[in-house]
C-alpha cells in the first residue's frame, strides 16, 4: 500500500553512518568437515592467549584466526592433516592430526630466539625507508599480475552502545575479485541476534567490507587514504624502523608509520616486513586527525589490524581483518545519539589466484548491480535458539567472545537496535515525556510538501489493513495575511493511494478565507511513475522560498522572525487551484519528468495584523494585491542529475521548467509562457582524497517569461530573512527577496572547511570542525515601472562578497560577515543553519 511513513533517527542517521563506517555494501554451506578442531593458541612461557594468531592447514590455503582470548575453531576436510600455527616473533608449530588426535587443540608457541644480524643499509637513507622502498618496488611488480581471485570469507559485525552490545550479525561468503570488474559475493549462510529478524531477506557481505591495507588507496569513511604501499608512499610518510623480530627463522621488520605532512589523507601505525621477500606480514593502522567525516560525527577514533600471507608466487593477500570504530553522533546542539561502537572481524581462507570467474555474477541480467546475492533464498538469519553454537550452517568461524555469546543468548526481537541509541540532548528529554514523536516529523503547507510526502511510500508493500491511518500532524504558523494559523494534517494509506488530507483556521482575516482545506491523492502506476490530483482553498504564498533547506523551515523561521516584529518575507494570494500530475522518473540517465495540469482561480488578500510579541509599534507593509481571475495553465518540468543537499552532500543538477497559460486553448484569463532554469555544481578544488573535500558551490537561476506574465507568477531573487541565511539567498539583502518578470542569479561559495585552521595549527577549531567560507552573490531583475511602485522594488544588479564561520554551537550556528559592493555599509548576521 502507498503510504507515507514517519522518517526514524535510526534511518535518517544512524543507518547511513554505519554502511559509511564498514565500506562498500543463501544456502547453507553443505558440511563435508572430517574434524572440527577448537581450542587455544598461548605463549608457551606465560601461558598467556596470542590474539589474531594465524592457523592454516598445511599444502593448503584453508585456515583461520584466534579470536581476542586466542581461541579458536578450524575445519579439517579430511585427515590426517598437518596444521601450521604462526604468530610475528614466536617459532610457528606443526602439529600432525589424526582421527585419534582429540578435537581439542592447545598450541604453545615459545619466542623466538633467532639470533638477528644487523640491519644493513646502503646508501644515505634510514633503515625503516630503505626497506619500504623495497616493499613499495617489490609489490608493483607483482600486483599488476593479479587479475582476479576467489576467496572465502567469514565476517562479523557486533554493534554496541556506551553499556552493551545491541547486535551481532555475520556471514560466510564466497568472494570473487576481478582487477576490472570489482567484487562480487555469493552467500552461504548468515545469522545474528533476533533482533535481526527484520533483514533476513538481506544479503550480506562478507569480503567486501573487508579494507585490505596492502592497496594503494584505502577508503575510510569516504576519504581515499594514501596507502602505505602506495608507490608515492615515501612522500606522504616518514617510515622509521622501530624493533627487528623473528619468524621461523627469518628476519621480521617492525617499521613505525607516521605522516610527512599533517594534512594528507594517511595513517600511523606499525607495518612488519618479512625480510628477503620484502612483503607485508601485518599492518596495525589508524586514519590521522585529518580524516574528514560528516559533521554529525563530533569523535571518531578508528584502528585497523591486518595479516597478510602468500598464497602461491609473489602474491600476498590478506588473510583477516579486525577494525573498532567507536563513533560520537551530534546532530546538533538539540539532538544527540548514545556512543556507537562498532567491531568487526573477519578471515579469509581457501584464495584461487588468477582463475576464470563465473561470468553470470557480473552479467546485466544476473544480478550483477549488487555486491552480494543469495545462493537460496529462503535461508535467513538465524538466531542463537534455531542455529548450532558456533557454526553457520557447519562452516567454522572465529569464535565469540563472551559478551557475545551473551549476546546471542539474550537479546530478543524486542530489543530493536534503534532502541539501544535513542536521541539525548532537548530532542530526546522532550521525546521520553512524550511531547515530541520519534519520527523528527513536521507539520507543513500542502504545496509545499505534498509532492514529496505523499510518493515517499509508493513502493512500500501493502499491511493487511486497506485504510492505514498514519497520524495527524499540526500546523502551526504567523503571518501578516493569515494572522495564526492553526491546521491539522492526516495522512491515510486507501488501498494503493496514498491520500494526504489537511485544514486549518486563520485567526486574522474574515470570511471565507479565515479557513484553509484541501488535499492529495497519489496512485502508482508503475515502480518510477505516478499519478497525483489535489485540490487546495486557502492563503499562501506568492512565491517560494527555494534556496532552503526545506521550504517548510522558511516558513517557520519567517513565522518566528515576524513574531518578533520584524518585516515578513513573503507576500500572500488568495487561491483556489485543483491539479492533477503525472510524474516519471528514468535510472539511466537521472532524469525525471512531471507534467502538471493546473485549474487556478486567484484573488487578491489583505493584510491583516501588525501584531508582534514584544509589544513594540511594529506596522508590517502592506501586501500587493494581484490580478484576479481563473489561470489554467500545463507545466513541464525536467530533472537532470542527483538530489543531493547542498552544505552536506554532493549536488550535481540541473532543473528546467515552462509553463504556459492561454486564453484560446483552456479559456485562461492570462496569457504567458514562463521559463524557469536551476542549475547546481559541486567542483572539489583541493584535498580531494577527504570524505568533505575542499569544494566550490555554484548555482546559477534564470528564469525569462513571454505576454503579460502576473505578479503570482514573477521570478525571485531569494533575499535572507534573518536569521536563517541560506545558500542560494542574497545575504545583504534584507525583508523581501528581488522580484521581476526575468531575473538572473549567480551564487558561488568556497568552503575551505578546517584546513585553514590545520595550517595555523590551531587544533581548537579543527576539533570542534569549524569550517571557514569565502562566498558571494550576483543577480539582476527586469520589472516593468507600474509593477516597482506595487512591491516597492527596483530593478538593478546587486553584487556582494563574504566570509563565513561555519559551525559555531555544535553546527546550528553560522557567523556571516557580507560587504554589499554597490552600497555603503557592513552587514554583520548571525544565521541558524541545521546540517543533516
Known sequence: MARRTAPRLFCLVLLPLLLLAIG?????????????????????????????????????????????????????DSLPATVVVRYVGYESVRRRITADTPPRQTFRLAPSTVQMEEVRVTGSGNPGETIMRRVIENKQEWWPALKSYSVEAYNRFTLSNDTAIAAVAESQTTAFWDAERGTREVVRSQRGTANLQGIAESALPAAATVLNLYKD????????????????????????????????????????????????STFRGTVTVLDSTYALLEAQLRPTPSLSTPRVL???????????????????????FRARRDLNVQLSALISLSDIRIRQVSRLNEYQINEPLPDSLYDADGGGDEIAVRADSTVGIQSLSSAQPDSLGGGPFVPYSQDEQTAYEQIDSTDTVQDAFDPGGLYGWLQDLGLVEEGLSFGGDADETAASDTTDGAGDEATASFVDVEGGLPVLRFNRVEGGHFGLRLDLGVGPLAVTGRGGYNTGPSGSTQWSYGGEATLPLGDDTD????????????????????????????????????????????????????????????????????????????????????????????????????????????????????????????????EHSDPGLAASDFDFTRLEAVADAR????FQRRFRPNALDLRVDAGASFGALPLQRFGVIEASPQPYTPFGALRTLDDRPYQGEHHVALFWEHNFRTVPFELLGWQAP???????????????????????????RTDGFHHEVGLSVNG?????????????????????????????
Do not use: C
Open 24 to 76: 562498500p555494501a543463501a544456502a547453507h554451506a553443505q558440511d563435508t568437515t572430517a574434524a572440527l578442531l577448537e581450542g587455544r593458541v598461548v605463549d608457551a612461557e606465560t601461558g598467556d592467549p596470542l590474539p589474531q594468531a594465524n592457523l592454516r592447514i598445511a599444502d593448503t590455503y584453508q585456515g583461520t584466526i584466534t579470536n581476542v582470548d586466542g581461541q579458536y575453531t578450524l575445519a579439517l
Open 531 to 658: 499519478l497525483s490530483a489535489g485540490y487546495h482553498y486557502g492563503i499562501e504564498p506568492r512565491y517560494r522560498a527555494r534556496s532552503r533547506i526545506a521550504p517548510l523551515w522558511a516558513r517557520l523561521s519567517n513565522s518566528l522572525w515576524t513574531l518578533a516584529g520584524a518585516p515578513d518575507y513573503f507576500d500572500y494570494f488568495g487561491n483556489e487551484r485543483l491539479h492533477v500530475s503525472v510524474r516519471h522518473a528514468f535510472s539511466s540517465p537521472n532524469l525525471g519528468l512531471a507534467l502538471q495540469l493546473r485549474n487556478e482561480r486567484h484573488f487578491s488578500v489583505a493584510k491583516s495584523t501588525d501584531y508582534d510579541a514584544l509589544g513594540r509599534s511594529v506596522t508590517q507593509p502592506v501586501n500587493p494585491s494581484v490580478g484576479d481571475g481563473r489561470l489554467r495553465s500545463v507545466a513541464l518540468t525536467a530533472t537532470l542529475g542527483d538530489g543531493g543537499l547542498l552544505g552536506v552532500l554532493p549536488i550535481n543538477r540541473l532543473q528546467v521548467s515552462v
Open 766 to 792: 579543527v576539533e570542534q570542525d569549524i569550517e571557514l567560507l569565502l562566498h558571494g552573490g550576483h543577480g539582476r531583475t527586469w520589472i516593468d515601472d507600474g509593477t516597482e511602485q506595487r512591491l516597492l
Open 298 to 320: 563530533k569523535e571518531v577514533d578508528i584502528t585497523f589490524e591486518q595479516q597478510f600471507s602468500n598464497f602461491g608466487g609473489p602474491y600476498w593477500l590478506p588473510v583477516d
Open 217 to 264: 588507496n584505502v577508503g575510510v569513511f569516504g576519504n581515499q587514504m594514501v596507502g602505505v604501499t602506495h608507490p608515492d608512499a615515501l612522500d606522504y610518510y616518514d617510515f622509521t624502523l622501530d624493533t627487528t623480530r623473528a619468524i621461523d627463522g627469518r628476519q621480521a621488520f617492525r617499521i613505525e608509520v607516521e605522516p610527512a605532512n599533517r594534512l594528507s
Open 808 to 836: 559555531l554551537l555544535e553546527d546550528t550556528l553560522r557567523l556571516d560577515l557580507t560587504k554589499r559592493l554597490d552600497a555603503s555599509g557592513l552587514s554583520v548576521g548571525v544565521s541558524l543553519l541545521r546540517f543533516w
Open 683 to 686: 567542483i572539489e578544488t583541493f
